[in-house]
């Protein structure tokens, strides 16, 4: 069981907006900024798509977007794109036992 | 262009020991922390462990603690992990990354190699 909780899967058609949530339990996202996202597709590394909550590298698409409300952080893609389709992580700092915590990961389908 | 290369993925029997090795390149080594994450076949991704820039900084997930160990040689540019007392539940691709944060951790992670498989079977 993952220490961060996302949704299973969701889905939206091109052009939509969507909007990944990840749930912490107390002492990571609601007490710390590390929060980060990342996109993985089938077969690949992982790529770094939003830091420090709200940040986003360069060459990341301003498709891409975080934000933090409490223990809840939330990645939004916006104007979805068929090469969108993959899984994204949220990530955050923690005081518990591990000091990185991954969520369990969310599949996105783009219909 | 920033490149990091893990290599030492195999497979190994249950009890026995491995090391990878994360080789770096395009970038100033000795300025960044590394991490270990892994991932389980048809599975999420998993921290395991990160290493600060002068090696004086060492964390791990709790699944590992104690069993494994990171350190790191930064005139060769490169980052290990050695991993003891396997258990089939190491079973996963192994990933080196770097933390973007430069001397200073920030647990966030900018550039991934491309992974090693590590299969602990019987």
């Known amino acids: 069981q993952s220490a961060l909780t996302q949704p299973a899967s969701v889905s939206g058609s091109p052009g939509q907006s969507i909007t990944i949530s990840c749930t912490g339990t107390?002492?990571?996202?609601?007490?710390?900024?590390?929060v980060s996202w990342y996109q993985q597709h089938p077969g690949k590394a992982p790529k770094l798509l939003i830091f420090?909550?709200?940040k986003r590298p360069s060459g990341v698409f301003s498709r891409f977007s975080g934000s933090k409300s409490g223990n809840t952080a939330s990645l939004t893609i916006s104007g979805l794109q068929i090469e969108d389709e993959a899984d994204y992580y949220c990530?955050?700092?923690?005081?518990?036992?591990?000091?990185?915590?991954f969520g369990g990961g969310t599949r996105l389908t783009v219909l | 262009q920033v490149h990091l290369v893990e290599s030492g993925g195999g497979v190994v029997h249950p009890g026995r020991s491995l090391r990878l090795a994360c080789s770096a390149s395009?970038?100033?080594?000795?300025?960044?922390?590394i991490h270990w994450v892994r991932q389980a076949p048809g599975k999420g991704l998993e921290w395991v462990t990160v290493?600060?820039?002068?090696?004086?900084?060492?964390f791990y997930g709790d699944s590992v603690k104690g069993r494994f160990t990171i350190s790191r040689d930064n005139p060769k540019n490169t980052v290990y992990l050695e991993m003891s007392s396997l258990r089939v539940e190491d079973t996963a691709v192994y990933y080196c990354?770097?933390?973007?944060?430069?001397?200073?951790?920030?647990?966030?992670?900018?550039?991934w190699g491309e992974g090693t498989t590590v299969t602990v079977s019987s």
């Open positions: 395009g970038f100033t080594f000795s300025s960044y922390g």
């Open positions: 420090d909550v709200t």
């Open positions: 107390g002492g990571d996202i609601a007490t710390y900024n590390y």
């Open positions: 290493i600060g820039y002068d090696g004086s900084e060492k």
């Open positions: 990530t955050s700092y923690t005081r518990g036992g591990s000091l990185v915590v």
């Open positions: 990354s770097r933390d973007g944060g430069g001397a200073i951790l920030e647990y966030h992670m900018d550039v």
